[in-house]
């Protein structure tokens, strides 16, 4: 069983702190790593695509990749109280051609408080 | 640049009743992926539609089933309502030619079964 764990939180950081969001998968062979953030009772909305190992950088967000520990991170910095929402790491585990279906932790709450 | 579009957006049914949920894919995209959200967890993959076909499909039973027309739209059809069934119905569209495995996602369709 394909798996994808996130701590369900929920994570409380101040206004302009660092917002630290973690994720584990258990499939070793899997390709695509993306974050969504869902506000609550709206859809998901893409953040992040990373593919390799290393950080990737965009605005102020930075998603960072290690495939060796299967592990996938977010950090927002100088966080808003509009970040505030659920975080969705998504994997892609890389079968049935270049679209797998994509498979969801359960979310990351976080709060940013003013 | 359109995005993904879904009907309804909200939906009562009664148990045991069918239902037909509605997706048009971003612009320029061929691929279609249904999900089942339920409350505070994360998306379900359902099943992905390529080329008016099938491609994969999850752990649902053959009550759900789908379609997919020649303009890339698709359809969801669930028969004989279940309570369980109630939760958010998420369609995301990509690009196979791309090569690119990107989803994005439309607004859903909120299902509620009594």
């Known amino acids: 069983q394909k798996e994808v764990e996130q701590n369900s939180g929920p994570l409380s950081v101040p206004e302009g702190a660092i917002a630290s969001l973690n994720c584990t998968y258990s499939?070793?062979?899997?390709?695509?790593f993306f974050w969504y953030r869902q506000y609550s009772g709206k859809s998901p909305e893409l953040i992040m695509s990373?593919?390799?190992?290393g950080d990737k950088e965009d605005g102020r967000f930075t998603a960072q990749l290690n495939k060796a520990s299967q592990y996938v991170s977010l950090l927002i910095r100088d966080s808003q109280p509009s970040d505030s929402a659920t975080y969705l790491c998504?994997?892609?585990?890389?079968?049935?051609?270049?679209?797998?279906?994509?498979?969801f932790g359960k979310g990351t709450k976080l709060s940013v408080k003013p | 640049d359109a995005g993904v579009t879904q009907s309804p957006t909200h939906l009562i049914k009664t148990r045991g009743q069918q239902v037909t949920l509605r997706c048009s894919p971003k612009?320029?995209?061929?691929?279609v992926s249904w999900y089942q959200q339920a409350l505070g967890q994360g998306p379900q993959f359902i099943f992905q539609?390529?080329?008016?076909?099938?491609?994969q499909r999850g752990n649902f039973p053959d009550r759900f089933s789908g379609h997919q027309f020649p303009n890339y739209s698709s359809e969801l059809n669930v028969n004989a309502l279940l309570l369980g069934d109630s939760a958010l119905y998420l369609c995301?569209?990509?690009?196979?030619?791309?090569?690119?495995?990107?989803?994005?996602f439309g607004p859903g369709t909120r299902l509620t079964v009594l």
């Open positions: 499939d070793r062979g899997s390709q695509s």
């Open positions: 990373i593919y390799s190992n």
């Open positions: 995301a569209s990509s690009l196979e030619r791309g090569g690119l495995d990107t989803q994005y």
């Open positions: 539609y390529y080329e008016e076909e099938e491609r």
């Open positions: 612009s320029g995209h061929d691929t």
């Open positions: 998504a994997v892609n585990p890389g079968y049935g051609g270049s679209q797998g279906n994509l498979i």
